[in-house]
């Protein structure tokens, strides 16, 4: 009997960490936190290397490193325990409400932007992370509204070149969080002689990752959504919401299943 009680708890125990290292990694994937774990593991090997040759200064130095080894752990990575943290208690209808404010302002970017003659590259983040691209553009911080949109791809502005990155958030309305980021092209074989670069770059990503990308087309006003390497035909204001809803609450209820 105590045996048998052991054995299973010993596997409930072994089960719960592998779970929590996964969503760990999940949560830090395509973040620069994975840059500092690695920074982390070289540090950790170099101590060990110390101690096994007898370099008592090094070993010193790196032993006063680790003694203080969970603040710096904090504060490396304080921006992912929030986030972490924020999906523990996140609230799936809020998550709903959020993505449905999100949207609207997407839709009314895009028809916006066809409307004026404009193009357009909008690349919704969904799990996986996409911040290595933010390097290649301008980093930022601002509300999903479609007049910060249209503001970023009118031709006379700065940064109207590439595509916008938008996040969803937990809870309350997405970010704009880089623009004039570019992205890579999928191979010109890939698609039909009319569409350009734009949708080339859409495809790329989606390629790459499960990003969602609104292309609007500046020769002929098309409003398309790209998603898993494909493009769709044009797209009316119902078809677009109704995609861009239905692949963003599928994301939504499983971050919020893995919260709980």
């Not at 980093?139 to 007049?147: G, H, I, T």
Request: hydrophobic fraction near 50%; aromatic fraction near 8%.
């Amino acid at each position: 009997m105590g045996n048998w009680y052991f054995g299973i708890r010993d596997i409930v125990d072994i089960a719960l960490v592998a779970v929590v290292v996964y969503f760990v990694l999940r949560l830090i994937r395509g973040t620069r936190a994975v840059q500092m774990l690695i920074g982390l593991a070289v540090v950790v090997v170099v101590y060990e290397l110390a101690r096994f040759f007898g370099l008592l200064t090094v070993e010193w130095m790196f032993g006063h490193f680790f003694s203080a080894f969970i603040i710096i752990l904090v504060v490396l990575f304080q921006h992912e325990i929030r986030r972490a943290l924020m999906r523990v208690g996140v609230n799936p209808l809020a998550t709903a409400g959020a993505h449905i404010e999100m949207v609207d302002a997407l839709v009314e970017s895009a028809f916006a932007l066809s409307h004026r003659g404009w193009g357009g590259l909008v690349v919704v983040e969904r799990e996986t992370g996409l911040k290595h691209l933010f390097e290649s553009g301008v980093e930022m911080s601002a509300p999903v509204r479609s007049d910060v949109i249209q503001a970023l791809f009118c031709p006379q502005a700065p940064m109207h070149d590439g595509a916008v990155v938008v996040q969803p958030q937990e809870g309350v309305n997405g970010r704009v969080m880089a623009a004039r980021v570019l992205l890579p092209l999928a191979q010109a074989n890939a698609l039909a002689g009319e569409f350009g670069t734009r949708h080339r770059a859409a495809i790329g990503l989606t390629e790459e990752s499960d990003a969602l990308v609104v292309v609007v087309s500046e020769e002929s006003g098309h409003v398309r959504l790209a998603e898993e390497g494909k493009v769709s035909d044009p797209l009316d204001r119902n078809a677009l919401r109704s995609r861009l809803m239905r692949r963003l609450l599928q994301v939504g209820m499983q971050t919020a299943a893995s919260g709980h």
